[in-house]
């Protein structure tokens, strides 16, 4: 139904900036809400950022507020998350997703990409 695939992600350094872009495709993915997820190594699956299906709406992480934007180009069917200042507890597997809500109940985000690794160097 819904196919999605991460880029951008890569190593940089602590209080640098990184951009991760989601390509989407399938039936009416703009009526979808997107997000993104992460997961560190030994840590649970953790909530980063969702946009309501129009962008109108965002929510983030505790975490990752001031720092984070997320958003999204519905005619290039891409959802972006722009990091900046990042930090070493940043580092983590992103994953993206396509679903219900843009909160952080994982369980209604029904699509997932295969992930994009970033790391943060002190």
């Known amino acids: 139904q819904v196919q999605l695939v991460e880029s951008g992600g890569g190593p940089v350094q602590a209080g640098g900036s990184l951009r991760l872009s989601c390509a989407a495709s399938?039936?009416?993915?703009?009526?979808?809400?997107m997000g993104w997820f992460r997961q560190a190594p030994g840590k649970e699956r953790e909530f980063v950022a969702g946009?309501?299906?129009?962008?109108?709406?965002?929510s983030y992480a505790e975490s990752v507020k001031g720092r984070f934007t997320i958003s999204r180009d519905n005619v290039k069917r891409t959802v972006y998350l722009q990091m900046n200042s990042l930090k070493p507890e940043d580092a983590a597997v992103y994953y993206c997703?396509?679903?219900?809500?843009?909160?952080?109940?994982?369980?209604?985000?029904?699509?997932w990409g295969q992930g994009t690794q970033v790391t943060v160097s002190s």
């Open positions: 946009i309501s299906w129009g962008g109108g709406r965002t």
């Open positions: 399938g039936r009416a993915i703009s009526s979808y809400a």
């Open positions: 997703t396509a679903g219900q809500t843009y909160g952080s109940n994982w369980s209604s985000h029904n699509y």
